[in-house]
């Protein structure tokens, strides 16, 4: 009976866990969706401020350099995150707020990164706290930490499976956990994505990409599938080209903490204001790339997908930190809109399938690549979709494009 009613409560409180990661992530987008309005459309609709973009980023990396200098070079990256709760089995929280300041600021002045870095480091940290005060439970720290970050990727990609299946697929054999750990982790999962919704409900606001439609496509539509995947994985080699590329100034430069955030600004703030659409996440661009497609046409289409793929790296690299999932995405969207007017295919079938590729050879994992990219593309295209994502993991990245 004791250990059935320790179940139940440890249950109850897995519940509880996700109802306030729920809250947490959803706070934190809504808190910066607001800082966002109001220093990119109030402020500029007040006072006719010239390079408006290029002073704001600019000075924006001077103050998160002096940030992190004070505070720490955080959020880590969510590999790094996710690496550090499964080698040790939790994550320090002491660096709790300086880190929810880390990643607020990158975002709110246009940085070209995602909120989901910043997020996993804050709940890993929560719920390792939770852990060390509920002695009870100090043996289930570790699974605790593990439920935590899986119901953030969840709700925040509005993905429960994704939020499931990322932390568990391994670039070798992917096991998963027993029943008993499968409830628990879908209990906090469901709670969390629940109250995530029902706040947006509440206060009457929508946050996270749109899903795309997609008219039929016929049998030869289909024999694209191949040239597209290869061109998304092209764009995949051109990330790490990147990523290799911004690491040397960042290794050098790694001590003047400062600099490098200012220099990551200047260049936020250049890049914005020549080309607007490669500054931000680009989750709520997608939807107006789609609409404008043919205006802005397929050369300035692969034009911004390149520029934000550096620019992405850019900021990670000189300290403006955040996850790289909702740039990623963007830039397939582009790549994929561009193809569609020079092949003269659906476009919503290009951008799926480059976009998996991209996304599928940068994290390596198939099946949590395309249940992320579900929650954008129609559920018709997942055969297509899960052939892309399982090409761009098979054909292997050169150990020369990878960062240490």
Known sequence: MNKVKNNAVFLLYTMLLGGIVGTIVWGFLRLMNLGIFFLWDYLPSQFDFPLYTLCLCTLGGVLIGFWKRKFGDYPEELHVVLGTV?????????NVFSTLGSALFPLLIGASVGPEAGLTGVIAGLCSWIG??????????????????????????????????????SDKDTVLPKTSKIVLYFTAILSSFGVFILLNRLFGVKMGMESLAAEKQDFLSYLYAVPLTLIGIVAGYLFFVFQKLTSVPNNKLKKFVVLRAAAGGLLLGISGTFIPLTMFSGEHQIGEVMESMKDIGAVMLIAVAVVKLLLTNICISSGLKGGHFFPVIFCGVCIGCSMSLLLGVNAVFCAAVVTTALVGHTLKK?????????????????PVMLFAAIAARTIPTPKALLSE
């Open 132 to 169: 060390d005060k509920l002695k009870r439970f100090q043996h289930e720290i570790t699974e605790l930490t593990a439920i935590g970050l899986s119901a953030t990727l969840g709700t925040i990609f509005k993905s429960p499976m994704f939020g499931f299946i990322e932390p568990i697929e």
């Open 366 to 382: 198939p099946i949590a690549t395309v249940l992320l990219l579900m929650i954008v593309f129609p559920p018709r295209l997942i």
């Open 86 to 94: 499964k080698k040790t089995g939790r994550y320090s929280y002491h």
